[in-house]
T-cell receptor, first 107, second 114 residues
Framework: KNEVEQSPQNLTAQEGEFITINCSYS?????LHWLQQHPGGGIVSLFM???GKKKHGRLIATINIQEKHSSLHITASHPRDSAVYIC?????????FGTGTRLQVFP | DAGITQSPRHKVTETGTPVTLRCHQT?????MYWYRQDPGHGLRLIHY???????DKGEVSDGYSVSRSKTEDFLLTLESATSSQTSVYFC?????????????FGPGTRLTVL
């Protein structure tokens, strides 16, 4: 079993829909990261969380430390949100990554 | 992008040849990482460094070596490339100090071993 599990693996949405991507982990962490990777592109950090909730524009990330679970929400999705979203947990100076969620948003 | 560059950005080589990938940073961060990214596996840590001449293995270190003789450069070497090492390689740095320890990634190197 992977230490970091993401769901779903693939997600298709119509423009304007509310998107939720989930991440569960089984190890102790100091922080959790959400990353974004566009096709053929580099990896960009969206959020780093150690508790509660963070919001940046249409993106919201939450974490529940007790349940070892985090969610990334995208409100009013847009085709430019199409990308792979990666959850990673910070474990003793190293990141452990989920396998990513591929999101496609159609107009 | 925290001033991270990788070279080369693309490389095609033949099985059995040595290959060296370079990661360069401009901000004197102590921690540097090499990852490989493969479909179905996500990002996996190859090696990392926590200072000049201080390195340690990650989960997929077999067939790879690293060196860090200067703070700004972290080299990844495939001594004798194999087709299983065809992948996209990302370098990353980690900021440190205070409550925030983010990782910033380089643009990646696409390596094909024929």
């Amino acid at each position: 079993k992977n230490e970091v599990e993401q769901s779903p693996q693939n997600l298709t949405a119509q423009e304007g829909e509310f998107i939720t991507i989930n991440c569960s982990y089984s190890v102790g962490i100091s922080a959790l990261h959400w990353l974004q990777q566009h096709p053929g592109g580099g990896i960009v950090s969206l959020f780093m969380l150690s508790s509660g909730k963070k919001k940046h524009g249409r993106l919201i990330a939450t974490i529940n430390i007790q349940e070892k679970h985090s969610s990334l929400h995208i409100t009013a999705s847009h085709p430019r949100d199409s990308a792979v979203y990666i959850c990673a947990v910070d474990n003793t100076d190293k990141l452990i990554f989920g396998t990513g969620t591929r999101l496609q948003v159609f107009p | 992008d925290a001033g991270i560059t990788q070279s080369p950005r693309h490389k095609v080589t033949e099985t059995g040849t040595p290959v060296t990938l370079r990661c360069h940073q401009t901000e004197n961060h102590r921690y540097m990482y090499w990852y490989r990214q493969d479909p179905g596996h996500g990002l996996r840590l190859i090696h990392y460094s926590y200072g000049v001449k201080d390195t340690d293995k990650g989960e997929v270190s077999d067939g790879y070596s690293v060196s860090r003789s200067k703070t700004e450069d972290f080299l990844l070497t495939l001594e004798s490339a194999t087709s299983s090492q065809t992948s996209v390689y990302f370098c990353a740095i980690r900021t440190s100090g205070g409550a925030y320890n983010e990782q910033f990634f380089g643009p990646g190197t696409r390596l094909t071993v024929l």
